[in-house]
């Protein structure tokens, strides 16, 4: 037999309720900064856009791995970018575009702590033209799977707050530093400390330092 009568019963249930709905001044915080990030990603179409940007790395690295274009190597990587844009567009099509989607998709990811300068740092380290192909292609991998994990983590967390309201509850990760994407482009040395003439014979040695006087 219950002693709580129904009308104390509906209070107690009333408490609950609103205990469960209050949030703590940083909870409300929380919740301000990720309103920020949802309108600007989720209904704005950043993250959108984003995935899109994840279909261009993955095509990128294709034509990197197949290693047909000539598009990254220690003599048209040592050549001026003005050089190349005549003699192998192909070779300037590639870096463009993994510098674009790189700076485009950090700045979903990271926010207000992203910054052009450092998005700069991280494709140089994940992109040089001047090493084998089959090298940057495992780099830009690397990054990609990074990216996209983490575009995984921020997509869980959309979700969440659309459910709840609130993000006061969510036990997953919704930010991200610079360092986590230097970390997976750094997971391996495949040409880390490898300079960018390295493995060339005397001939192509000779024929680089030949394109080098004729450009002046």
Do not use: C, H
């Amino acid at each position: 037999r219950s002693f709580v009568s129904d009308l104390d019963q509906e209070k107690i249930n009333k408490l609950k309720k609103e205990n469960q709905n209050y949030l703590t001044p940083a909870q409300k915080q929380v919740d301000l900064v990720f309103a920020k990030d949802y309108s600007a990603n989720y209904v704005s179409g950043g993250a959108a856009d984003a995935r899109k940007g994840l279909s261009q790395l993955t095509d990128v690295i294709g034509r990197l791995e197949k290693g047909e274009e000539n598009l990254s190597g220690p003599i048209m990587g040592n050549m001026p970018d003005l050089y190349n844009s005549m003699a192998n567009p192909n070779m300037i099509d590639v870096k463009e575009t993994i510098s674009e989607v790189v700076q485009r998709n950090l700045r979903v990811i990271l926010g207000a702590a992203f910054t052009a300068k450092e998005g700069e740092g991280l494709i140089a380290r994940a992109y040089n033209p001047a090493l084998d192909e089959k090298i940057n292609a495992t780099r830009v991998r690397r990054l990609m799977t990074a990216m996209e994990q983490a575009l995984d983590a921020k997509d869980k967390a959309a979700q969440y707050y659309e459910d709840n309201g609130t993000m006061n509850g969510f036990k997953g990760t919704a930010n991200f530093s610079m360092s986590d994407f230097e970390g997976a482009v750094d997971s391996g040395d495949e040409g880390r400390n490898r300079r960018s003439t390295d493995g060339l014979s005397s001939a192509e040695q000779k024929e680089l330092e030949q394109l080098k006087r004729a450009l002046g």
